[in-house]
């Protein structure tokens, strides 16, 4: 550093002080380039995100967003040729989706409410809804649909999981209320930045009575918590939100704040000093065997008969636990049906995977996000299977 005299013109008459450069420490990240290098190459061509983390620690151990650019442009001062090609280049290479992406979680956020009845005692596992395909609040002719016309029949909460049954999770959503809802799912992260040791995060949003009337000046209506239970409306998560929440419902409840920064080594030290993971909180367990209940349920996803990602199998010698999410990026009226080959494709929803495995003793955990992709079974839920069998491969963990 040098504190130099200049005159008014900027010009230096003279060098005042010197002082030379301090080398600082050298910083490991928790980063896998392998690992990194699949989940960049799972997505292919399309814009998304894709965080992969350690559920034992919340070490991140892929963050990908795409489309992405050339950092090394930047190291000794970027071109304005070069700066305005990536600013304009499509899909806004600069915009880091894993950190700042806020997307409807649509039903990855169906095992959170699911653990939230039963750990509020308002449902059991054995307790049953019958899907019709329409769920009508009382005195209203105005359906809410499940996915598949005609509905699933009745269904216990491990295969309301297994299937994503729209029904199951609206008259829970309204059993469990909107404010309770938000109070539970506000110990998993969700609504606000998880603690990654990375400047930027999106909040998110996490939506109550509260929140609506200090937003809008507006009540709160059935309606919405309706649709909040298969996580549509005002619900908005981060990529790294929903990998920090399935991180806590692998490892059974404790909530690490995701980091980067896995070890430093100081100037004539002769090893790195590991950084113990932060510990945000540790999520009560009532009853340990909802939480088996939940991960089942999220098991039969992929292994189940019936199960919505079941097309990812075979799988090389584990099990996998996932859900599911598809996020509507415009409204469909009341008669209107849902047609991706009439859609434009920068219309079309997005498509949401949350996995974990193995299932009986986690090691990883992964959330992705595939802009525009469509179904989250079809276009997520690979990018996804991808990334937890190379690092169960790398681990020797198969």
């Given at each position: 550093?040098?504190?130099?005299?200049?005159?008014?013109?900027?010009?230096?008459?003279?060098?005042?002080?010197?002082?030379?450069?301090?080398?600082?420490?050298?910083?490991?990240?928790?980063?896998?380039?392998?690992?990194?290098?699949?989940?960049?190459?799972?997505?292919?061509?399309?814009?998304?995100?894709?965080?992969?983390?350690?559920?034992?620690?919340?070490?991140?151990?892929?963050?990908?967003?795409?489309?992405?650019?050339?950092?090394?442009?930047?190291?000794?001062?970027?071109?304005?040729?070069?700066?305005?090609?990536?600013?304009?280049?499509?899909?806004?290479?600069?915009?880091?989706?894993?950190?700042?992406?806020?997307?409807?979680?649509?039903?990855?956020?169906?095992?959170?409410?699911?653990?939230?009845?039963?750990?509020?005692?308002?449902?059991?596992?054995?307790?049953?809804?019958?899907?019709?395909?329409?769920?009508?609040?009382?005195?209203?002719?105005?359906?809410?649909?499940?996915?598949?016309k005609g509905g699933h029949g009745w269904v216990d909460l491990r295969a309301a999981l297994e299937q994503s049954v729209n029904t199951y999770f609206y008259q829970l959503a309204l059993n469990v209320g909107i404010d309770r809802m938000h109070d539970y799912l506000d110990q998993f992260g969700f609504g606000s930045v998880t603690g990654l040791d990375m400047p930027g995060e999106n909040a998110g949003i996490l939506p109550s009575r509260a929140w609506k009337r200090s937003r809008y000046n507006q009540p709160w209506y059935p309606g919405e918590t309706v649709i909040s239970g298969i996580g549509q409306g005002f619900?908005?998560?981060?990529?790294?939100?929903?990998?920090?929440?399935?991180?806590?419902?692998?490892?059974?409840?404790?909530?690490?704040?995701?980091?980067?920064?896995?070890?430093?080594?100081?100037?004539?030290?002769?090893?790195?000093?590991?950084?113990?993971?932060?510990?945000?909180?540790?999520?009560?367990?009532?009853?340990?065997?909802?939480?088996?209940?939940?991960?089942?349920?999220?098991?039969?996803?992929?292994?189940?008969?019936?199960?919505?990602?079941?097309?990812?199998?075979?799988?090389?010698?584990?099990?996998?636990?996932?859900?599911?999410?598809?996020?509507?990026?415009?409204?469909?009226?009341?008669?209107?049906?849902?047609?991706?080959?009439?859609?434009?494709?920068?219309?079309?929803?997005?498509?949401?995977?949350?996995?974990?495995?193995?299932?009986?003793?986690?090691?990883?955990?992964?959330?992705?996000?595939?802009?525009?992709?469509?179904?989250?079974?079809?276009?997520?839920?690979?990018?996804?299977?991808?990334?937890?069998?190379?690092?169960?491969?790398?681990?020797?963990?198969?």
């Amino acid at each position: 550093m040098e504190k130099v005299e200049t005159n008014a013109g900027g010009r230096m008459i003279r060098s005042l002080a010197r002082s030379d450069p301090v080398h600082g420490d050298d910083l490991i990240l928790s980063l896998d380039v392998q690992l990194q290098r699949v989940a960049w190459d799972a997505l292919g061509d399309r814009a998304g995100a894709v965080v992969a983390m350690d559920p034992d620690d919340g070490s991140v151990l892929a963050l990908v967003s795409k489309p992405g650019y050339d950092p090394n442009l930047f190291v000794h001062g970027i071109s304005t040729a070069d700066y305005q090609s990536i600013l304009h280049a499509p899909g806004r290479a600069l915009f880091n989706r894993a950190l700042q992406g806020g997307y409807e979680p649509g039903s990855t956020i169906k095992p959170f409410i699911a653990l939230a009845g039963l750990e509020l005692g308002v449902i059991t596992p054995a307790k049953r809804v019958f899907s019709s395909g329409n769920f009508y609040l009382p005195g209203l002719d105005r359906p809410f649909r499940d996915w598949r016309k005609g509905g699933h029949g009745w269904v216990d909460l491990r295969a309301a999981l297994e299937q994503s049954v729209n029904t199951y999770f609206y008259q829970l959503a309204l059993n469990v209320g909107i404010d309770r809802m938000h109070d539970y799912l506000d110990q998993f992260g969700f609504g606000s930045v998880t603690g990654l040791d990375m400047p930027g995060e999106n909040a998110g949003i996490l939506p109550s009575r509260a929140w609506k009337r200090s937003r809008y000046n507006q009540p709160w209506y059935p309606g919405e918590t309706v649709i909040s239970g298969i996580g549509q409306g005002f619900n908005v998560v981060t990529p790294v939100q929903l990998a920090a929440a399935t991180a806590v419902l692998a490892n059974g409840g404790t909530r690490f704040a995701p980091r980067l920064l896995y070890a430093s080594k100081g100037t004539g030290q002769q090893q790195a000093v590991r950084i113990e993971a932060p510990t945000a909180m540790q999520v009560p367990v009532v009853r340990p065997e909802n939480w088996d209940a939940v991960r089942e349920g999220m098991r039969r996803v992929i292994h189940g008969a019936a199960g919505t990602a079941r097309a990812l199998l075979p799988l090389n010698g584990f099990e996998m636990a996932g859900k599911s999410g598809t996020a509507q990026v415009v409204g469909l009226a009341q008669d209107e049906t849902y047609d991706e080959t009439k859609v434009a494709e920068h219309l079309r929803h997005h498509a949401l995977f949350i996995g974990f495995a193995p299932v009986a003793h986690p090691r990883i955990v992964v959330a992705a996000v595939v802009e525009h992709g469509g179904g989250g079974s079809r276009q997520a839920a690979p990018v996804v299977k991808a990334v937890i069998e190379a690092w169960l491969a790398q681990e020797n963990l198969q």
